[in-house]
């Protein structure tokens, strides 16, 4: 990348942040012109583009709520312009493993432009030069000093072996295709023009139908290229982890075919096998090299070891994929894990301007220009336990006014909001870079569990998962993934955990039955020590029974991937659910389920 265009990259940053209360009015201004006139606004606005009437006026609306517009422009029964003046060009798909179901999100062209931006914005400032080190300030460049000063211009010096995976389009009845935001991108005639010198993988290898297929081929090929490899990753944690757990049970047959210079049989689609007849063949002094490598008692520091010129593993590690963190860290021997943009189906949100932070600590900064944000506070409930930490439940304030962007409050939560319908995503303000303010992810609006009048948040779950598996660590094992579910079949209900445990070492405890049961009743304890008081009084009154871990065999959770990916849910975007919501997922995990344990106390209570 050239100087002047770095340059030009952290002007605009620094211009587009400092100006946030202007970009974001003209935003509004321009949303409401083209817009007034449409059926929607049109009940709350009356053809008036006044910006406190549209406070006023629009009310604040879930998905849910305008799914019925957006059902009756994609059944093709719309006659006039309904939610948008512009016209569409399609639908973003969302993978659904977040809220329950996948939402259709109509789109521009604009729209489209905007939310490439983000990801030509994020490639721009991991891809840069050595040089820039000494002519940027520190205070300007928080961004570039440290990438630079760790990795130099990547894009000269390797590729990105990343696992990228595209989901069939879905036609409307009116005829504009439905496909995931990912997917769309994968089209882009600009991917495609840098896909081959900066990725390990080939096009039809993206977009083979079968995941699993696609997974062993993109592998494959990285391992093929691994001298050329300086970036590893995928747009979630979970999806790293797995391709690793992939090659941990495939790798002797990986190393056959690298050493015959001949693909599996199984291998079935057209695409990858074509793809492999130019990558793949005769090198069995790289077989041979791998095989050793992956022949280790431990796969500690296993991706170090493969891929030895890896710079960082760029991948998304907050919110939800906290929990992939420990074992990622495990398994990559210290390299950086690198979140580097906030985005959803709804539009692109944030970059991260400290990429180097730790996953807990990252804080992403919001993009004022991508679209109109409102904020809804969010009260804080605080209370203090016996151990003198403090816990956070989050509700939403009623009768509330939204805040605007340059008004939000470090140290509050705010549920985002954009245009009036909300993301659902809950957020913490942690300050500003400039006038734009940055924050953390704390979880979903709209996921929680309760088996009474209590409700427990998202950043709950995570926060006592995170305390209880600590636990774990004295025994050699790593918590591999998790999920919970609140249990009413019968009286009093409790909530059940469910966990995949896996050793650091081969070892007889490989899928748990060998765990010691007091440990894991002391996990289970713990994690009802870590919860709200609501739930704590609960417990000791008896209004909800004692909490339970089932731990379930290894590839419970590669299991309850393939169910979603089968009913529609891109493996792109796929994120483990915090909580089951659906018996069919249920069922999945129960039926693998090798051995159960229940808090053996009441938690903790308050002095």
């Known amino acids: 990348m050239a100087t002047n265009d770095y340059e030009s990259v952290l002007k605009m940053l620094e211009e587009i942040t400092t100006n946030a209360r202007q970009i974001q009015e003209q935003l509004l201004d321009e949303i409401l012109r083209k817009n007034a006139e449409t059926e929607y606004l049109q009940g ?15 009310p604040i609306v879930t998905y849910d709520h305008i799914k019925p517009y957006i059902d009756r422009i994609a059944n093709g ?35 489209v432009n905007v939310t490439a931006a983000l990801g030509n914005l994020h490639l721009s400032l991991m891809i840069n030069s050595e040089e820039l080190l000494q002519q940027q300030s520190p205070k300007t460049n928080h961004f570039g000093l440290s990438i630079c000063r760790h990795f130099g211009d990547l894009s000269q010096v390797g590729k990105r ?60 090929f990285g391992l093929i290229q691994r ?17 690793i757990k992939f090659i941990e049970n495939n790798w002797r047959e ?62 998304v590690c907050t919110g939800a994929m906290l929990q992939f963190t420990a074992e990622l860290e495990f398994y990559c021997g210290g390299l950086p894990l690198v979140s580097g943009f906030y985005a959803c189906s709804e539009g692109a949100i944030a970059i991260n301007l400290e990429p180097l932070s730790k996953p807990s600590d990252v804080s992403y900064t919001i993009l004022p220009n991508t679209v109109y944000y409102e904020f809804l506070p ?6 203090t336990d016996s151990q003198n930490q403090v816990q956070l439940h989050t509700s939403r304030h009623k009768d509330t006014e939204t805040v605007d962007l340059v008004n939000v409050k470090p140290g509050q939560c705010y ?136 731990v379930v065999k290894q590839g419970a959770f590669e299991a309850l991937l393939d169910y979603f990916v089968s009913n529609g ?25 090798i051995a159960k344990f229940f808090s053996p106390r009441t938690p903790i209570q308050d002095n």
């Open 77 to 111: 029964k719309a006659s006039s312009d309904i939610l948008l003046v512009e016209p569409l060009i399609g639908f973003s798909l969302s993978s659904g493993t977040s809220g329950g179901q996948p939402k259709l999100i109509p789109i521009t062209a604009e729209s």
């Open 569 to 593: 849910a891109s493996l792109s975007q796929y994120k483990t659910p915090i909580c089951i919501k659906t018996k069919e997922a249920l069922n999945i995990l129960d039926s693998r389920v």
């Open 161 to 220: 072996m990343e696992l990228l995976f595209a989901k069939p389009d879905v036609e409307t009845p009116c005829g504009l295709k439905a496909s995931a935001v990912t997917t769309r991108a994968f089209k882009e005639s600009s991917f495609q023009a840098i896909l081959p010198k900066l990725y390990t993988s080939p096009y039809e290898t993206i977009f083979c139908p079968d995941t699993k297929q696609s997974t062993y081929c993109q592998l494959l």
């Open 415 to 550: 549920e985002i909001l954009v245009t009036s319908p909300t993301v659902g995503d809950i957020i913490k303000v942690t300050g500003f870079h400039n006038n734009t303010p940055q924050f953390q992810f704390v979880g979903r609006q709209n996921v929680a569990l309760g088996v009474d009048m209590e409700r427990i948040s998202e950043a709950d779950i995570l926060k006592a998962v995170a305390e209880a598996k600590a636990l774990l660590e004295p025994l050699g094992l790593i918590l591999t993934e998790y999920t919970s579910y609140g249990d009413t079949s019968s009286a009093p209900g409790h909530y059940v955990i469910f966990w995949e445990i896996k050793p650091k070492k081969d070892n007889k405890n490989k899928n748990g039955k060998e765990l010691d049961p007091k440990v894991m009743e002391q996990c289970c304890s713990k994690m009802e020590d870590s919860l709200h008081f609501t739930y704590r009084m609960y417990r000791k009154e008896n209004i909800i029974a004692a909490l339970e871990i089932r």
């Open 254 to 315: 990986l190393c056959s075919n690298i050493k015959t210079g001949k693909i599996s049989d199984w291998i079935t689609d057209s695409g990858c096998r074509k793809a492999a007849s130019l990558i793949l063949k005769p090198n069995p002094k790289l077989a041979n090299l791998l095989e050793d490598i992956c022949s280790c008692k431990s796969w500690e520091g296993i991706v170090r070891k493969l891929w030895p010129r890896t710079k960082y593993i760029g991948t």
């Open 227 to 243: 001298d050329e490899v300086v970036v590893i990753g995928s747009i979630f944690a979970a999806t790293v982890l797995r391709g």
């Open 378 to 383: 969010i009260k804080e409930d605080r209370v």
């Open 44 to 58: 709350f606005l009356h053809d008036q583009t006044d910006k406190q009437l549209f406070k006023k006026n629009v």
